[in-house]
């Protein structure tokens, strides 16, 4: 069986799938557009809930976006995200020169971790303290009689700081995102939104 390198699929009628060296494929979009509706979701969820306590709106929300389902969704698509970066790092857009391109590196790796990190942090809260969990009806475990301090201590000193800093990092992306986009005019944005031409 032949070996097929990447640099023979991307020049295939489905490279439009993969990263190339000026945007973004389907999957990394598909992706990456997941991420940022769970997280605005999550979120949304619990600013509703801070804001109005419970209603028939936020209690709708809640159905919709069910935080610990939502958090293992979010786990497995960063997951997903991280390999699929490591598969395409050949091919990928580069980062600015200099300065600005190693900030705007380091803040997206600080998202990575983030993304993990906090979903695991609350896996491991709730398995601590006996409760259980379940994805959409599908359960990870079920409740018992446990109570794991560490596990609870330690989700509950960095969860809801770090969660804050995600939000003051996905501004501060959009953010700059606009600002590359109307204010630089570069291609920047266009890299994750633009359509993809098929051939």
């Known amino acids: 069986m032949p070996h097929i390198t990447t640099s023979a699929l991307l020049a295939s009628p489905r490279s439009y799938l993969l990263d190339s060296a000026t945007r973004y ?36 929300l809640s159905n919709i976006g069910p935080h610990g389902s939502l958090g293992v969704l979010l786990l497995l698509i960063t997951l997903l995200r991280a390999g699929w970066a490591f598969l395409n790092r050949q091919q990928r857009p580069s980062p600015a020169a200099g300065l600005r391109g190693a900030l705007a590196h380091t ?11 906090l979903p695991t942090l609350a896996i491991l809260r709730q398995y601590g303290r006996g409760g259980a969990l379940d ?45 590359h986009h109307f204010g630089f005019k570069d291609k920047m944005l266009s890299r994750m939104a633009e359509p993809i031409n098929r051939y």
Do not use: C, D, K
């Not at 990456?32 to 979701?41: N, P, Q, S, Y």
């Not at 803040?107 to 990190?117: D, G, K, M, P, Q």
């Open 25 to 60: 494929g389907l999957i990394s979009r598909t992706l990456h557009w997941l991420t940022a509706a769970i997280v605005l979701l999550q979120f949304s969820v619990v600013l509703a809930w801070r804001g109005y306590g419970e209603t028939s709106f936020t209690l709708t």
């Open 107 to 117: 803040v997206h790796l600080t998202f990575y971790a983030l993304l993990i990190a």
């Open 135 to 179: 994805v959409y009806g599908l359960p990870l475990f079920n409740a018992a009689e446990r109570e794991i301090p560490w596990m609870i201590n330690i989700a509950n000193l960095v969860h809801s700081p770090l969660a804050w800093l995600l939000l003051a990092l996905g501004i501060g992306h959009v953010a700059m995102a606009l600002m």
